[in-house]
């Protein structure tokens, strides 16, 4: 937003109280926006708040954890510990790939802690405008809907925007502290 700027004459007359115009820019503020990493899983463009995301590894396969939730492919050792996979695909709806083009790990700040997701790529940072981002269709494949926070229309092409602290619901949070606890125990 622009500062008003004040306009004084240059000699005030005396008897006569001085003359004062406040002039405001006319040119609107521009629409707030959100930054958000873009990244492709499956051949569907997605993306989340940058603030969610809190690190981009090279892919590791992770390892198996015992009597974690069905939406968790296992563990990869990060900062030293250990952080979740979440199978991203199978959350989203996406059909599983016979090809392995997996190249990174995103790791996500979520529900406070970490969870993280195998990506084919890891595209950009951009800035969108809030106004351009669409709720979710109604029509969007299975649970998938919930996890999604909306659609980022550009021309032809659509970016699914994920709502990253819903990608574990209370259950299965539970399950996988539960699991981590377990595994942190070594048992």
Known sequence: MHKPITLRPAVSAPNRPSTMVTVVSARPAPPPRVQVVTFCVGGERCAADVFAVERVLPYASPRPLANAPGCIKGVVEHDGGIVPVLDLRTRLGIPPSSARSVARTIVFAAGGGRIAAAVDTVDAVEAVDVS????????????????????????????????????????????????????????
């Open 132 to 187: 351009a981002i669409e709720d979710p269709p109604q029509d969007l494949r299975g649970d998938a809907r919930q996890f999604v926070r909306g659609i980022i229309r550009r021309g032809d092409s659509a970016v699914t925007l994920l709502d990253v602290p819903r990608l574990l619901d209370a259950g299965e949070r539970l399950m996988l502290d539960h699991a981590m606890m377990e595994e942190g125990n070594g048992r």
